[in-house]
């Protein structure tokens, strides 16, 4: 079975520009999540969607940040502007259903440097 | 506020010994934890969960204690091997929303 794929694997921008990322849950997962990992810190949740629709997005900067899952597939995170403290790995994460105690199968992440 | 605390930001253990991961949390409504295991350059991925209404979990050579009055639970791996080199994520959730809440880390250095 495959697992969640992301992609770039890297990307260096100078801060105010804009990026994307995107990501391919498990197939037949129906909740995907976006995580922020600073260095030095543990993941933080910025988004959850369940099929193609927003369950969490409290701690997402929605000045800069947006995020979309058409058709409950696949997902992209948007930043625009990027700003220095953007710099992180983003990491994706799929689980079956959501709800209760439900396992989350990671991607790779991709890791982002704000110059 | 970082509801999820690992305070050892590093552990190094010789091979065949037992590593102890520890991880307290301040958050009551918290029920349900589990221990993530990340390599470089990958995902963490699951290792083991314990559920509040239990204080023990072992699968393998991974065991979970809970201790709920002291807001305290802890990894043992026993025996350590080489390929345990790894940082290991606590994380915790309420049955209220669980949304994932995670400790900064522990990085674990198997010495042979």
């Known amino acids: 079975e495959a697992g969640v794929a992301q992609s770039p694997r890297y990307k260096i921008i100078e801060k105010r520009q804009s990026v994307a990322f995107w990501c391919n849950p498990i197939s037949g997962h129906a909740t995907l999540y976006w995580y922020q990992q600073i260095l030095g810190q543990g993941p933080k949740l910025l988004i959850q969607?369940?099929?193609?629709?927003?369950?969490?997005d409290s701690q997402l900067p929605k000045d800069r940040f947006s995020a979309e899952r058409l058709k409950g597939v696949d997902s992209t995170l948007k930043i625009q502007p990027a700003k220095l403290e953007d710099s992180a790995v983003y990491l994706c994460?799929?689980?079956?259903?959501?709800?209760?105690?439900?396992?989350?199968?990671f991607g790779p992440g991709t890791r982002l440097t704000v110059l | 506020d970082q509801q999820v605390k690992q305070n050892s930001p590093s552990l190094s253990v010789q091979e065949g010994r037992i590593s102890i991961l520890n991880c307290d949390y301040t958050?009551?409504?918290?029920?349900?934890f589990l221990w993530y295991k990340k390599y470089p350059a990958e995902g963490p991925t699951f290792l083991i969960s314990?559920?509040?209404?239990?204080d023990k979990n072992e699968d393998g050579r991974f065991t979970v204690f809970l201790n709920k009055s002291a807001k305290h639970l802890s990894l043992h791996i026993v025996p350590s091997q080489p390929g345990d080199s790894a940082v290991y994520f606590c994380?915790?959730?309420?049955?209220?929303?669980?949304?994932?809440?995670f400790g900064a880390g522990t990085t674990v250095t198997v010495r042979a």
């Open positions: 969607f369940q099929n193609n629709g927003v369950v969490d």
């Open positions: 994460a799929s689980s079956l259903a959501g709800g209760g105690v439900d396992t989350q199968y």
């Open positions: 994380a915790a959730s309420a049955s209220n929303d669980y949304k994932l809440s």
């Open positions: 958050n009551s409504m918290f029920d349900y």
């Open positions: 314990i559920s509040s209404i239990k």
